[in-house]
């Protein structure tokens, strides 16, 4: 069932590849610094937001490490070294000196910031979605993993004991979210379940129709979430759906909620703001030629949304009108989540940028501001 639906998505024009992954992006602070994590296949690197060159390791002194050859290390990590791992998720931070990959070969990797790839404890399925962690009762903490294959497991921290095994037929795609307690997980057999995070105990599960792609955002009120029949939900902390907004395609990433409005995009290429109360438009514009997978950057007057046409749009937030399309350098397929960085202390950037992941290894990363007007070209990241 499993292959059939990847190759249902494939010719329905989805995002879905056989056989690879798309770009993972993420942050990391090391050192006081913030550094783009991007993994691509077997291959996981730090960058330099300000430039985005691969971060160079250093001693306890903040000397920089040479090989052997008087070349500098830098940090990058090959996953072919441990059967060959293909990265998907984003890492889990677990603490001061480590992360945690997950891995398409039943393989949750740990690293350390130092640029050392640990034996990694088996997951026992493969995990294709980031891991989630919480701090549930004193000083236990369980990470939580999602499995491509069926199931979302509790494992200890330090041990990777296994506490508890939740069964979710035909398994999971997006990361798990935990609030108050309470663990979401959303299940490509049409269904979001909720389960007690330190138990596992069944909460409840709702059944929206469609496959589930993507982690739900969980409100203090409710919980948003897509599913590929189409549709935008609303579901209340007790797991009732109190209202729906009906889009044009498939939904396959996590809305914004930002000022009282809910951005969302879809696989059909339209942008969507849609009015969280009672899920009723507020505006749509169908904006690309081929599907949106990532979900939108929300940020000042804008709305951002990248196209697997290998196009990134910019809209306004009150009335959606296009006010530009960037087009990239061979149009190359925008698959990964997007990042928005603002300028901070331990970020040498001077206006926020926009970082988005191709499936071109010459393209792999690409910084630009969210300024549409701005002149600063940004840096591209290759491999």
């Not at 991007?38 to 691969?54: F, K």
């Not at 640990?118 to 903490?141: E, M, T, Y």
């Not at 397929?333 to 997007?338: F, T």
Request: glycine share 10%.
């Amino acid at each position: 069932m499993l292959v059939a639906l990847l190759l249902a998505a494939v010719s329905a024009g989805c995002s879905t590849r056989i056989g690879t992954s798309w770009p993972m992006l993420d942050t990391v602070e090391m050192g006081g610094r913030t550094r783009i994590v991007v993994g691509y296949n077997t291959i996981v690197a730090l960058l330099d937001p300000s430039n985005g060159s691969v971060t160079q390791l250093e001693d306890s002194e903040g000397r920089v490490r040479n090989d052997e050859n008087g070349n500098p290390r830098r940090w990058i990590i090959d996953g072919g070294s441990k059967e060959h791992a293909e990265f998907f998720g984003r890492p889990l931070r677990l603490d001061d000196d480590y992360l945690l990959f997950p891995s398409a070969n039943n393989r949750l990797l740990k690293v350390d910031l130092k640029g050392a790839l640990i034996d990694p404890p088996d997951a026992k399925g493969i995990p294709l979605s980031s891991p989630a962690i919480a701090n549930l009762v004193a000083s236990d903490i369980i990470i939580y993993a999602s499995l491509k294959y069926g199931d979302v497991v509790a494992l200890d921290r330090d041990t990777y004991t296994e506490l508890w095994r939740a069964s979710v037929p035909e398994g999971v795609w997006s990361a798990p979210v935990i609030q108050d307690g309470i663990l979401y997980v959303s299940g490509i057999n049409h269904f979001l379940y909720a389960y007690n995070a330190e138990t596992g105990a069944p909460v409840w599960s709702v059944d929206l129709g469609g496959l589930v792609g993507a982690s739900p955002l969980v409100t203090a009120d409710a919980v948003y979430i897509g599913s590929f029949d189409h549709k935008m939900f609303k579901i209340s902390k007790d797991g009732q759906i109190l209202a729906a907004f009906e889009g044009n395609n498939w939904f396959w990433s996590t809305p914004v909620l930002a000022d009282g409005v809910l951005y969302a995009t879809d696989l059909g290429g339209s942008v969507y703001a849609i009015n969280p109360t009672d899920m009723t438009a507020v505006w749509s514009l169908k904006v690309a030629s081929r599907g949106i997978r990532p979900g939108p950057i929300v940020s000042g007057d804008y709305v951002v949304a990248a196209s697997r046409d290998g196009s990134v749009y910019w809209l306004t937030r009150k009335t959606g009108e296009l006010v530009k399309r960037r087009e990239l350098d061979g149009r190359p397929e925008i698959l990964s989540d997007m990042l928005l960085l603002e300028p901070s202390d331990s970020l040498d950037i001077s206006e926020p940028l926009i970082v988005i992941g191709t499936v071109d290894t010459a393209r792999l990363a690409i910084a630009f501001p969210l300024n549409p007007d701005s002149g600063y070209q940004g840096w591209i990241y290759s491999r």
